[in-house]
């Protein structure tokens, strides 16, 4: 995290030695046309950012009417709200930055560069898999619970589980429930082996 927060200080540093050396070597710009063109990139950017917020939006709502989650979308407005940071902050690295998230030829490679680095595998980590579609369907993940006890016995073949022909009967007495009984070996088990809908 610290190494975040100095890369984000060493940007206006950068700036300011950037605007320095071109303000040195180049005669004919000068403080005032360097102002004037931090002023005016910023507003170009500004009017960009605006422009692509509106379509980032109009495409979220054709993504939510087709009822789908608007990820890709939500991203894109995140790096739009980013890049106005950028292009307001005066500077040339700032802008080029800014310039690189606004653009959509730009920002799709970087929207899903940070989707796979960043955002899948932290999701990842807090869900324990289940974002990127690692589910189980008994028990815990390596047989264990949150409390570290263990579940019990585990399948050998990865989770699934063959329960015989003769293991469970389906009685639909009527259409609109059912029941399965499971028969059960254990004779001194007072658990119930009946699921009922």
């Keep these: 995290m610290l190494r975040w927060l100095f890369a984000l200080l060493l940007i206006p540093f950068l700036d300011a030695v950037i605007l320095a050396i071109v303000v040195s070597q180049t005669s004919y710009i000068g403080w005032a046309g ?10 170009i950017g500004m009017l960009l950012v605006r422009a692509e917020g509106r379509r980032t939006i109009r495409k979220m709502q054709r993504t939510l009417t087709r009822g789908e989650p608007p990820t890709n979308e939500l991203l894109d407005g995140g790096l739009l709200i ?20 606004v653009v959509p030829l730009t920002r799709i490679p970087i929207r899903m ?18 974002v990127s579609g690692t589910v189980w369907t008994y028990g815990f993940p390596d047989g264990e619970r949150r409390d570290g006890s263990t579940t019990g ?28 009984d499971f028969e059960s070996d254990d004779t001194d088990d007072d658990s119930d082996d009946t699921f009922t809908r």
């Design 34 to 43: 360097m102002v004037l063109l931090v002023v005016l990139t910023g507003l």
């Design 82 to 101: 980013a890049s106005g940071a950028f292009l307001l902050t005066p500077g040339l690295v700032t802008d080029l930055l800014g310039f690189l998230l």
């Design 113 to 130: 560069a940070l989707k796979r680095y960043v955002i899948v595998p932290y999701a990842d980590k807090k869900t324990d898999g289940f």
């Design 153 to 180: 016995t585990e399948s050998t073949d990865g989770g699934t589980y063959d329960l015989g022909t003769d293991a469970y009967t389906v009685d639909t007495g009527d259409e609109e429930s059912y029941r399965i």
